[in-house]
């Protein structure tokens, strides 16, 4: 069965440091992975996907993600992290076949400290 | 920007009674999902439509939830009885994906804001 992993509950970093958010994926076949940002009492925010191509993905607000199939991971950065990048972030693989629902981890609470 | 709608964002009710949600997704797009997320965890599908028909419903407690989308436009989930256990946030997700085997499968799907359900 596809699933993520996301190890950490919760992640620190001071604002002005990088950031790294991890998952790993474990998947039949090609996996297509996502990564969403929740604020507080809101829907989910799309950041960016990897489907084929490069490893390195960019996406919104200036994150990005790197695919490295050799250790099936997908983990989410930024060169240098805001306050307001706080929140809850989720790692996400599609469902194979048929189907195109999302597949999500638990979630990593992201805290910036000014 | 279009965005996905969703209403109540807010409902109490007390376990035995009958809620419905309304979603009303980004116009032109042919999928619709419905997820659940309970606190501390991430969204699980409840239910999926290509237009009006439903791809994928195998999540779905069908005792007591039901989900139409008849015009293949807006969607209503139901809950009939409520549940204590079904407190949680309910989510409307909207993506162009048509097929699997399409490249618009692949698109990212767009949330709406949630409606948060508490049984009492």
């Known amino acids: 069965a596809q699933s993520v992993a996301q190890p950490e509950d919760q992640v620190n970093v001071a604002e002005g440091n990088p950031l790294t958010v991890k998952c790993t994926y474990s998947?039949?076949?090609?996996?297509?992975l996502f990564w969403y940002v929740q604020y507080p009492n809101r829907g989910l925010q799309f950041l960016l996907k990897?489907?084929?191509?490069?490893?390195l993905v960019k996406g919104s607000y200036g994150f990005e993600a790197e695919f490295n199939k050799s250790q099936t991971s997908f983990h989410l950065k930024k060169p240098s992290a805001l306050v307001s990048d706080s929140a809850l972030y989720f790692c996400a693989v599609r469902d194979p076949g048929y189907r195109t629902a999302l597949i999500f981890g638990k979630g990593t609470t992201l805290s910036v400290s000014s | 920007e279009a965005e996905v709608a969703q209403s109540p964002r807010y409902k109490i009710t007390e376990k035995s009674q009958a809620v419905a949600f309304w979603c009303d997704p980004i116009?032109?797009?042919?999928?619709l999902y419905w997820y659940r997320q309970i606190l501390g965890q991430g969204p699980e599908l409840l239910v999926q439509?290509?237009?009006?028909?439903?791809?994928?419903d195998s999540q779905l407690p069908k005792d007591r939830f039901s989900a139409e989308r008849l015009k293949g436009v807006d969607s209503t989930l139901k809950i009939q009885p409520a549940e204590l256990g079904d407190s949680a946030m309910y989510l409307c997700?909207?993506?162009?994906?048509?097929?699997?085997?399409?490249?618009?499968?692949?698109?990212?799907?767009?949330f709406g804001p949630g409606t948060r359900l508490t049984v009492l």
């Open positions: 998947v039949s076949g090609n996996p297509y």
């Open positions: 116009s032109g797009h042919a999928t």
């Open positions: 439509f290509q237009d009006e028909s439903v791809v994928d």
């Open positions: 990897y489907i084929t191509g490069d490893n």
């Open positions: 997700a909207s993506s162009l994906a048509r097929s699997s085997g399409s490249r618009s499968s692949y698109n990212e799907q767009f």
